[in-house]
Nanobody, 122 residues
Framework: QVQLVESGGGLVQAGGSLRLSCAAS????????MGWFRQAPGKERDFVAA????????YYADSVKGRFTISRANAKSTLYLQMNSLKPEDTAVYYC???????????????WGQGTQVTVSS
């Protein structure tokens, strides 16, 4: 089992940047594929980005491709999401998740953090 805690959310103007972090504890972090998802009020939880256990493979939602970068530091048991050129439609609660295979479906992930709010003002 792994415990996940997100941080780094906040309020930013459109065009700005934020970096989210997800600190993991418990079972070996490098055992897991990791993902970022987001959920806006009244909407379903959407895939944002995912990364393999080694960091060698990454996937992005079309809506964030070219603006967001997912990365991981296994030695620090930490996952990151660098978000640039933020738009108001990026406003959501962002969740990190851990699973046993690299996937875009939220149902494929076994462990979740509590989420961190990102608000982008226009």
């Amino acid at each position: 089992q792994v415990q996940l805690v997100e941080s780094g959310g906040g309020l930013v103007q459109a065009g700005g940047s934020l970096r989210l972090s997800c600190a993991a504890s418990g079972r070996t972090f490098s055992s897991y594929a990791m993902g970022w998802f987001r959920q806006a009020p009244g909407k379903e939880r959407d895939f944002v980005a995912a990364i393999s256990w080694s960091g060698g493979s990454t996937y992005y939602a079309d809506s964030v491709k070219g603006r967001f970068t997912i990365s991981r530091a296994n030695a620090k048991s930490t996952l990151y999401l660098q978000m640039n050129s933020l738009k108001p439609e990026d406003t959501a609660v962002y969740y990190c998740a851990a699973g046993f295979r690299l996937a875009q479906a939220w149902s494929s992930y076994n462990y979740w953090g509590q989420g961190t709010q990102v608000t982008v003002s226009s």
